[in-house]
């Protein structure tokens, strides 16, 4: 069984939080850098999948572009179910806004590189 996270509680003595990294400074939470960093390892698992599919010269463009589209929301609902994971937690007012910032920010960040990829399919099959 994995212990509890420890993150934002000072450790006795030293200063730090007790995961051994320097004070989080004020504005800042553990748990959003935590859920950031899992939406952008989701984020970038989009980019190379997608990178794949538009280097593939075995199909046409309806299937790229539906491959593209398939992978997109297939990303996209992942990182809602990473936050809503991360939002399950016992977490304070301030921990849960700056959730959903770094939610909306990193979905705004997979539909603007959604829509390049689009775009780089239609220009690769000559449609763009």
Known sequence: MRPPPFHGFPAIDRGVTA??????????????????????????????AATDELLRS????????????TLHRQRRAEIKRIAEAFGRRCVTEDDRNLLRF???????????????FRRGVNILHEKG
Do not use: M, W
């Not at 075995?58 to 589209?69: F, L, S």
């Open 19 to 48: 995961a051994g990294g320097a004070p989080l400074p004020e504005g800042h939470s553990a748990l959003a850098e935590q859920a950031g960093a899992a939406f952008v390892e989701s984020i970038d698992a989009f980019g190379c």
């Open 58 to 69: 075995d199909v046409d463009r309806k299937a790229a572009r539906a491959n593209v589209v």
């Open 102 to 116: 770094a939610l909306e920010l990193s979905l705004t960040n997979l539909d603007g590189l959604y829509k390049q």
